[in-house]
Protein backbone atom coordinates (compact mmCIF):
# COMPACT_ATOMS: atom_id res chain seq x y z
CA UNK A 1 0.00 0.00 0.00
CA UNK A 2 1.38 3.30 -0.75
CA UNK A 3 0.33 6.71 0.61
CA UNK A 4 0.26 9.89 -1.41
CA UNK A 5 1.98 12.57 0.38
CA UNK A 6 0.22 15.65 -0.81
CA UNK A 7 3.06 17.77 0.95
CA UNK A 8 5.51 16.48 -1.38
CA UNK A 9 3.26 16.44 -4.47
CA UNK A 10 2.02 19.90 -3.88
CA UNK A 11 5.72 21.38 -3.31
CA UNK A 12 6.82 20.21 -6.52
CA UNK A 13 3.88 21.98 -8.07
CA UNK A 14 4.90 25.48 -6.35
CA UNK A 15 8.63 24.69 -7.40
CA UNK A 16 7.64 24.41 -10.81
CA UNK A 17 5.24 27.63 -10.77
CA UNK A 18 7.82 29.33 -9.03
CA UNK A 19 10.42 29.16 -11.64
CA UNK A 20 8.55 29.68 -14.38
CA UNK A 21 6.98 32.74 -12.27
CA UNK A 22 10.81 34.01 -11.83
CA UNK A 23 11.28 33.41 -15.52
CA UNK A 24 8.08 35.35 -17.03
CA UNK A 25 9.60 38.01 -14.69
CA UNK A 26 13.13 38.13 -15.85
CA UNK A 27 12.10 37.81 -19.94
CA UNK A 28 8.80 40.19 -20.03
CA UNK A 29 9.24 42.06 -16.41
CA UNK A 30 5.62 40.58 -15.74
CA UNK A 31 5.02 40.23 -12.00
CA UNK A 32 1.96 37.80 -11.22
CA UNK A 33 -0.91 39.17 -9.06
CA UNK A 34 -3.23 37.58 -7.29
CA UNK A 35 -5.94 39.38 -5.85
CA UNK A 36 -7.81 37.77 -2.41
CA UNK A 37 -11.21 39.36 -1.28
CA UNK A 38 -12.32 38.09 2.29
CA UNK A 39 -15.81 39.73 3.63
CA UNK A 40 -15.77 39.01 7.37
CA UNK A 41 -14.31 37.49 10.18
CA UNK A 42 -14.86 33.63 9.91
CA UNK A 43 -11.88 31.77 11.30
CA UNK A 44 -11.65 28.80 9.05
CA UNK A 45 -11.73 31.40 6.13
CA UNK A 46 -9.05 33.38 7.48
CA UNK A 47 -6.62 31.12 7.77
CA UNK A 48 -7.27 30.12 4.13
CA UNK A 49 -6.89 33.53 3.02
CA UNK A 50 -3.72 33.69 5.09
CA UNK A 51 -2.38 30.12 4.04
CA UNK A 52 -3.34 31.58 0.52
CA UNK A 53 -1.23 35.03 0.49
CA UNK A 54 1.50 33.03 1.88
CA UNK A 55 1.97 30.99 -1.32
CA UNK A 56 1.84 33.78 -3.46
CA UNK A 57 4.84 35.14 -1.51
CA UNK A 58 6.47 31.56 -1.91
CA UNK A 59 6.50 30.81 -5.50
CA UNK A 60 7.01 34.95 -6.46
CA UNK A 61 3.64 36.39 -6.61
CA UNK A 62 2.09 40.29 -5.82
CA UNK A 63 -0.68 39.45 -3.55
CA UNK A 64 -3.51 42.16 -3.64
CA UNK A 65 -5.55 41.78 -0.01
CA UNK A 66 -8.83 42.79 0.48
CA UNK A 67 -10.23 42.46 3.72
CA UNK A 68 -14.04 43.59 3.96
CA UNK A 69 -16.14 44.07 7.16
CA UNK A 70 -19.07 41.67 7.71
CA UNK A 71 -21.86 44.01 6.73
CA UNK A 72 -19.98 45.19 3.07
CA UNK A 73 -22.95 45.45 0.52
CA UNK A 74 -23.15 43.63 -2.23
CA UNK A 75 -22.83 46.52 -4.46
CA UNK A 76 -19.42 47.54 -2.48
CA UNK A 77 -18.23 43.72 -3.67
CA UNK A 78 -19.33 43.84 -7.01
CA UNK A 79 -17.81 47.66 -7.42
CA UNK A 80 -14.36 45.63 -6.35
CA UNK A 81 -14.53 43.19 -8.41
CA UNK A 82 -15.31 45.52 -11.44
CA UNK A 83 -12.33 47.50 -10.37
CA UNK A 84 -9.78 44.67 -10.26
CA UNK A 85 -10.96 42.77 -13.61
CA UNK A 86 -10.00 46.57 -15.55
CA UNK A 87 -6.60 46.26 -13.51
CA UNK A 88 -4.25 45.20 -16.34
CA UNK A 89 -1.82 44.26 -13.64
CA UNK A 90 -4.39 41.87 -11.56
CA UNK A 91 -3.85 38.15 -12.85
CA UNK A 92 -6.30 36.47 -10.70
CA UNK A 93 -9.34 37.53 -8.90
CA UNK A 94 -10.50 35.10 -5.91
CA UNK A 95 -13.55 35.64 -3.31
CA UNK A 96 -13.13 33.40 -0.47
CA UNK A 97 -16.22 31.57 -0.03
CA UNK A 98 -18.66 31.74 2.02
CA UNK A 99 -19.40 35.11 1.94
CA UNK A 100 -22.74 36.49 4.36
CA UNK A 101 -26.07 36.09 3.92
CA UNK A 102 -26.71 39.89 2.32
CA UNK A 103 -24.44 38.75 -0.52
CA UNK A 104 -25.41 36.31 -3.20
CA UNK A 105 -22.55 34.14 -4.00
CA UNK A 106 -23.43 33.34 -7.97
CA UNK A 107 -23.59 37.33 -8.46
CA UNK A 108 -19.59 37.22 -6.98
CA UNK A 109 -18.93 34.63 -8.93
CA UNK A 110 -20.60 35.47 -12.12
CA UNK A 111 -18.93 39.11 -11.86
CA UNK A 112 -15.23 37.58 -12.02
CA UNK A 113 -14.13 38.10 -15.23
CA UNK A 114 -13.96 34.24 -16.45
CA UNK A 115 -10.29 35.35 -17.75
CA UNK A 116 -9.03 36.22 -13.91
CA UNK A 117 -11.76 33.46 -12.12
CA UNK A 118 -8.52 30.99 -10.98
CA UNK A 119 -11.01 29.07 -8.78
CA UNK A 120 -12.66 28.02 -12.28
CA UNK A 121 -16.24 28.50 -10.35
CA UNK A 122 -17.97 30.98 -13.04
CA UNK A 123 -20.19 28.84 -15.47
CA UNK A 124 -17.72 29.94 -18.63
CA UNK A 125 -14.99 27.96 -17.03
CA UNK A 126 -17.27 25.34 -15.89
CA UNK A 127 -18.76 25.09 -19.42
CA UNK A 128 -15.30 25.20 -20.94
CA UNK A 129 -14.29 21.94 -18.83
CA UNK A 130 -17.47 20.28 -19.99
CA UNK A 131 -16.92 20.94 -23.63
CA UNK A 132 -12.72 20.30 -23.56
CA UNK A 133 -11.79 23.93 -24.49
CA UNK A 134 -9.23 25.64 -22.26
CA UNK A 135 -10.05 27.30 -19.04
CA UNK A 136 -9.43 27.75 -15.30
CA UNK A 137 -10.79 24.17 -13.48
CA UNK A 138 -11.86 24.33 -10.14
CA UNK A 139 -8.36 24.11 -7.85
CA UNK A 140 -9.20 20.71 -5.67
CA UNK A 141 -10.29 18.05 -8.38
CA UNK A 142 -7.34 19.46 -10.95
CA UNK A 143 -5.35 18.94 -7.72
CA UNK A 144 -6.39 15.56 -7.63
CA UNK A 145 -5.77 14.60 -11.08
CA UNK A 146 -2.03 15.65 -10.00
CA UNK A 147 -1.72 13.31 -7.33
CA UNK A 148 -2.67 10.97 -9.48
CA UNK A 149 -0.58 11.03 -12.35
CA UNK A 150 2.21 12.21 -10.46
CA UNK A 151 1.72 8.78 -8.26
CA UNK A 152 2.26 6.82 -11.33
CA UNK A 153 -1.69 5.78 -11.25
CA UNK A 154 -2.96 4.82 -14.29
CA UNK A 155 -7.01 6.69 -14.79
CA UNK A 156 -7.10 5.07 -19.00
CA UNK A 157 -9.95 2.91 -18.78
CA UNK A 158 -10.53 2.81 -14.99
CA UNK A 159 -13.82 2.69 -13.12
CA UNK A 160 -14.33 5.52 -11.19
CA UNK A 161 -16.70 6.01 -8.51
CA UNK A 162 -16.90 10.03 -7.29
CA UNK A 163 -19.27 10.22 -4.04
CA UNK A 164 -20.52 14.02 -3.91
CA UNK A 165 -22.20 16.33 -6.36
CA UNK A 166 -20.70 19.83 -5.73
CA UNK A 167 -20.10 22.66 -8.03
CA UNK A 168 -16.51 22.98 -7.18
CA UNK A 169 -15.64 19.23 -6.22
CA UNK A 170 -17.94 16.47 -7.88
CA UNK A 171 -18.84 17.52 -11.06
CA UNK A 172 -15.82 18.59 -12.54
CA UNK A 173 -14.03 16.05 -10.45
CA UNK A 174 -16.55 14.05 -12.23
CA UNK A 175 -15.41 15.76 -15.86
CA UNK A 176 -11.67 15.63 -15.15
CA UNK A 177 -11.82 11.65 -14.98
CA UNK A 178 -14.17 11.59 -18.26
CA UNK A 179 -11.02 13.73 -19.72
CA UNK A 180 -8.73 10.80 -18.51
CA UNK A 181 -10.91 8.50 -20.12
CA UNK A 182 -11.99 6.72 -16.96
CA UNK A 183 -15.77 5.28 -16.52
CA UNK A 184 -17.24 7.81 -14.08
CA UNK A 185 -20.08 7.18 -12.46
CA UNK A 186 -21.34 10.53 -9.32
CA UNK A 187 -22.73 8.65 -6.32
CA UNK A 188 -24.61 11.27 -3.80
CA UNK A 189 -26.76 10.90 -0.77
CA UNK A 190 -29.68 9.11 -2.49
CA UNK A 191 -27.53 6.73 -4.31
CA UNK A 192 -29.00 3.47 -4.27
CA UNK A 193 -26.50 0.75 -2.37
CA UNK A 194 -23.95 3.13 -2.28
CA UNK A 195 -21.36 0.62 -0.68
CA UNK A 196 -22.13 -1.87 -3.83
CA UNK A 197 -21.06 0.69 -6.14
CA UNK A 198 -18.24 2.02 -4.82
CA UNK A 199 -17.32 -1.55 -4.30
CA UNK A 200 -17.16 -1.59 -8.20
CA UNK A 201 -14.22 1.74 -7.95
CA UNK A 202 -10.71 0.96 -9.08
CA UNK A 203 -10.14 4.70 -8.20
CA UNK A 204 -12.99 5.69 -5.42
CA UNK A 205 -13.04 9.48 -4.56
CA UNK A 206 -14.57 10.41 -1.14
CA UNK A 207 -16.31 14.32 -1.42
CA UNK A 208 -18.87 14.04 0.82
CA UNK A 209 -17.97 15.95 4.20
CA UNK A 210 -18.81 13.26 6.64
CA UNK A 211 -16.33 11.93 8.62
CA UNK A 212 -15.17 8.47 8.46
CA UNK A 213 -18.17 7.40 6.10
CA UNK A 214 -16.62 5.55 3.47
CA UNK A 215 -15.61 2.12 5.84
CA UNK A 216 -14.04 -0.60 4.80
CA UNK A 217 -17.33 -2.33 3.50
CA UNK A 218 -16.95 0.59 0.95
CA UNK A 219 -13.32 -0.53 -1.03
CA UNK A 220 -12.36 -2.86 -3.21
CA UNK A 221 -9.24 -5.14 -2.82
CA UNK A 222 -6.61 -3.09 -4.11
CA UNK A 223 -8.26 0.41 -4.84
CA UNK A 224 -6.61 3.84 -5.34
CA UNK A 225 -8.82 5.61 -2.36
CA UNK A 226 -8.55 9.34 -2.64
CA UNK A 227 -10.07 11.66 0.80
CA UNK A 228 -11.07 15.23 -0.10
CA UNK A 229 -12.91 15.70 3.26
CA UNK A 230 -11.55 17.64 5.95
CA UNK A 231 -13.97 17.32 9.09
CA UNK A 232 -12.58 18.60 12.45
CA UNK A 233 -13.71 16.58 15.14
CA UNK A 234 -15.33 19.02 17.71
CA UNK A 235 -13.81 16.91 20.90
CA UNK A 236 -10.31 16.59 19.80
CA UNK A 237 -9.94 19.40 16.94
CA UNK A 238 -8.25 16.84 14.96
CA UNK A 239 -9.01 17.04 11.26
CA UNK A 240 -10.32 13.70 9.76
CA UNK A 241 -11.65 12.80 6.21
CA UNK A 242 -14.41 11.50 5.11
CA UNK A 243 -12.47 7.77 4.97
CA UNK A 244 -12.15 5.82 7.76
CA UNK A 245 -8.10 5.61 7.09
CA UNK A 246 -7.25 2.82 9.85
CA UNK A 247 -9.70 0.20 8.45
CA UNK A 248 -9.58 1.21 4.53
CA UNK A 249 -5.54 1.59 4.21
CA UNK A 250 -4.91 -2.52 4.65
CA UNK A 251 -7.07 -2.68 1.42
CA UNK A 252 -6.01 -0.19 -0.83
CA UNK A 253 -3.17 0.05 -3.57
CA UNK A 254 -2.73 3.50 -2.87
CA UNK A 255 -4.75 6.37 -0.46
CA UNK A 256 -4.22 9.78 0.12
CA UNK A 257 -3.91 10.58 4.31
CA UNK A 258 -5.69 13.59 6.00
CA UNK A 259 -4.38 16.04 6.85
CA UNK A 260 -1.31 15.71 4.46
CA UNK A 261 -3.17 14.22 1.20
CA UNK A 262 -5.56 16.16 -1.38
CA UNK A 263 -5.74 19.87 1.01
CA UNK A 264 -2.25 21.06 0.08
CA UNK A 265 -2.57 20.71 -3.34
CA UNK A 266 -5.78 23.31 -3.55
CA UNK A 267 -3.46 26.00 -2.83
CA UNK A 268 -0.55 24.91 -5.37
CA UNK A 269 -3.11 24.49 -8.44
CA UNK A 270 -4.32 27.81 -7.32
CA UNK A 271 -1.34 29.03 -7.95
CA UNK A 272 -0.57 27.36 -10.99
CA UNK A 273 -3.60 28.93 -12.75
CA UNK A 274 -2.50 32.22 -11.59
CA UNK A 275 0.34 31.60 -13.64
CA UNK A 276 -1.11 30.49 -16.02
CA UNK A 277 -3.28 33.44 -16.55
CA UNK A 278 -0.41 35.73 -16.31
CA UNK A 279 1.46 33.59 -19.21
CA UNK A 280 -2.20 33.48 -21.64
CA UNK A 281 -2.40 37.03 -21.14
CA UNK A 282 1.38 37.76 -22.13
CA UNK A 283 0.12 35.26 -25.26
CA UNK A 284 2.31 32.03 -24.13
N1 LIG B 1 -14.02 28.22 0.25
C1 LIG B 1 -13.74 26.90 0.41
N2 LIG B 1 -13.00 26.46 -0.62
C2 LIG B 1 -12.81 27.51 -1.45
C3 LIG B 1 -12.11 27.67 -2.68
O1 LIG B 1 -11.53 26.75 -3.24
N3 LIG B 1 -12.14 28.92 -3.20
C4 LIG B 1 -12.80 29.95 -2.63
N4 LIG B 1 -12.77 31.13 -3.24
N5 LIG B 1 -13.45 29.83 -1.49
C5 LIG B 1 -13.45 28.61 -0.90
Same mark, same amino acid.
Given at each position: M??????????????? $?????? =???? #??????? +???? @?? %??????? $?????? =???? #??????? +???? @?? %?DTSQEELLELIDKLNKDDSVHGIL????????????????????????DGFHPM??????????????????????????SDIDINGKECVIVGRSNIVGKPMALLMLRENATVTVAHSRTKDLAEVCRRADILIAAVGKAKM??????????????VGINRNAETNKLCGDVDYD???????????????????TIA???NNCLESALRKAGE
Open positions: KIIDGKVISAQVKEE $VKEKTA =KLKA #EKGIEVC +LAVI @LV %GEDPASQ $VYVRNK =KKAC #EYVGFKS +LSYE @LP %GVQMPVPKQIDEKTVIDAISPEKDVNVGALCIGEPGFVSCTPAGIIQLLKRITEDYVKDGAVVIDNVAPKCSAITPVPGGVGPMMLM
